[in-house]
Structures are given as structure tokens and as C-alpha cells.
């Protein structure tokens, strides 16, 4: 017998509510912008590096999540690696179903672009559907022939809406945080009419050839433990310069509780990964 969740607008509010107490970061400030369809977040450490911008993809299955409930988790990263980072509030389903929030951030990725950034500087990090977006949206840029960004980094990523993973049985008592029931109905709900295997719905199934570099970050006792097994072992039969570090014990989501000692060590390897990579660009230039 699964446990229930509240109906989506009361799950809304009480994650909007239990993340108040989660505060941006020392010397980070936030201001917010209204685009058309969707509305997001500047969030601007001090002593940044002009050039560099982090695109943040939230997550929350498609159906909840929005800045301010990922507001602090962003900006320690952003501080982290000295960037100014587009923290977006896309559009979610069942309302605005699929290809609503990867529209949206298409759209977001094309307005880095109009304002200056050049793709090599720009970094991507998504946790769980946002993970998941991060990579549909890089399938949308090959599609269109638009320059990949630097690197992106994938939390818990939410990889396969099908729901094939073997984890998602074998982790459920584990890993009550996700109700595997609830993450079917709302995969649906994402989904709407088209197929669930559609790779920009369930970016495990696309094909990952020339990928920037990837680091995933998961737990071993998670529900979407499988999802990363089985996206990273894609990415390395690619090519993709794939970094996968694994925890033991923790449930689905624990980056965002900023003062366990896990959630700090998992950001501050994020931090690492990025600035090794942005060092990497630098050296390659200078000796080119």
C-alpha cells in the first residue's frame, strides 16, 4: 500500500513554505525578471567573473518547484564558482504540459546568448526533472545546430519517465521522499498525449554524441538511483566525458538540505567540477 501525497497545489505550497528558513548564501543577491511565458530569478554573488553564467533548472517532477524553493541551493553554487546565475520558474504541468518547460528553457539558454554569453562560458545544472531538462534542452541546441555549453551537472537526475528503472521497486522503502505511484501519475501529467520514450521527455533514450563534459551526482538507496546507472553507462559507450559520484544511504533531494554535512560535500564537489572545467578552457586558450 503506497502513501499519498496532497493534491499538487497543496504540495506546491507546503514546499514553498518548508523552504523559507533556506536563505541565499553571504553576499548573494537576487533580483527577479518577467519573460512572456515565464518568470525568473538573477542571483548575483559578489566578485564575479564577468563572463561566466550558470542556467539553473529546478526541479520537482514537472508539477512544483520554482525559484524560491531552490533559491539557496543555486546561489551556493553560483557563489561557488563565481557566476551570475538565470534561475528559472518554467512552466509546469498538468496545467502546461510538455514541451511547455523545455520551451522554456530553450528560451532561457537563447537569452543568455542575446545578452552576451558565449556558450563555452555558460554551465548548466538541473536536479531531478531539472536534470532531466538540462539534457533534453542540450538535444535541442544539437537539433538546431547551437553551440553546446561548457558542462552541465545532473542531480538525482529525473532521466526516464517510463518508469523502467529497477530502483524505483527496489529503493522505495528506502527512499520515501518519492513516491513511485505519485511520480507515474505526474509523468502522465507531463507527458500529456505524446510518448513517455520520447528522449525529450525521457533524455535517457537520446543519443548523447558530442556532449560537453556531465557530472551526476546520485545516492545508491534512491528510487532514480537506476536512471543514472543506465545514463552514465550511455554517455562513456558515447564518448561523453562522464564524472558519476555516488552516496550510500541518502533519499532523493538531500542536496537541498543545505546543513547536512552530505549536501555541503555533494555542492562543493559541483564546485569543484565547474571550476575545473572553466580552468581547463582557460589553459586551452592561453596554449592555443
Not at 151 to 170: A, I, M, N, Q, R
Amino acid at each position: 500500500m503506497h502513501w499519498k501525497l496532497p493534491p499538487i497545489n497543496h504540495l506546491r505550497s507546503l514546499l514553498e513554505t518548508s523552504t523559507m528558513m533556506s536563505t541565499l548564501p553571504w553576499g548573494v543577491s537576487f533580483t527577479k525578471i518577467e519573460f512572456d511565458l515565464f518568470g525568473a530569478e538573477w542571483l548575483h554573488p559578489q566578485n564575479i567573473i564577468k563572463k561566466r553564467v550558470l542556467l539553473y533548472l529546478h526541479g520537482g517532477g514537472y508539477v512544483i518547484g520554482s525559484p524560491h524553493t531552490h533559491r539557496a541551493l543555486a546561489g551556493k553554487i553560483a557563489k561557488g564558482i563565481s557566476a551570475d546565475c538565470l534561475l528559472i520558474d518554467y512552466r509546469k504541468a498538468p496545467e502546461n504540459p510538455f514541451p511547455a518547460a523545455l520551451d522554456d528553457a530553450y528560451f532561457a539558454y537563447s537569452y543568455l546568448l542575446e545578452k552576451g554569453y558565449q556558450p563555452e562560458n555558460i554551465v548548466i545544472v538541473g536536479d531531478s526533472a531539472g536534470g532531466g531538462l538540462a539534457i533534453a534542452l542540450q538535444y535541442e541546441l544539437k537539433d538546431y545546430q547551437i553551440p553546446l555549453p561548457l558542462c552541465s551537472v545532473l542531480l538525482s537526475p529525473y532521466l526516464d519517465l517510463t518508469g523502467t528503472g529497477k530502483s524505483l521497486e527496489h529503493n522505495a522503502k528506502n527512499d520515501r521522499f518519492l513516491d513511485v505511484f505519485e511520480m507515474r501519475k505526474w509523468a502522465t501529467m507531463y507527458g500529456g498525449d505524446h510518448d513517455l520514450a520520447n528522449p525529450m521527455i525521457s533524455p535517457l533514450f537520446g543519443d548523447l554524441t558530442d556532449f560537453p563534459p556531465i557530472l551526476v551526482q546520485a545516492s545508491r538507496s534512491e528510487v532514480l538511483y537506476d536512471d543514472s546507472i543506465r545514463f552514465v553507462k550511455e554517455a562513456k559507450n558515447k564518448g561523453v566525458e562522464i564524472t558519476f559520484q555516488q552516496w550510500h544511504g541518502l533519499i532523493h533531494w538531500w542536496h537541498m538540505f543545505g546543513t547536512m554535512p552530505e549536501a555541503k560535500d555533494a555542492i562543493d564537489k559541483i564546485i569543484a567540477f565547474i571550476n575545473e572545467k572553466y580552468k581547463r578552457k582557460r589553459i586551452k586558450k592561453k596554449s592555443a
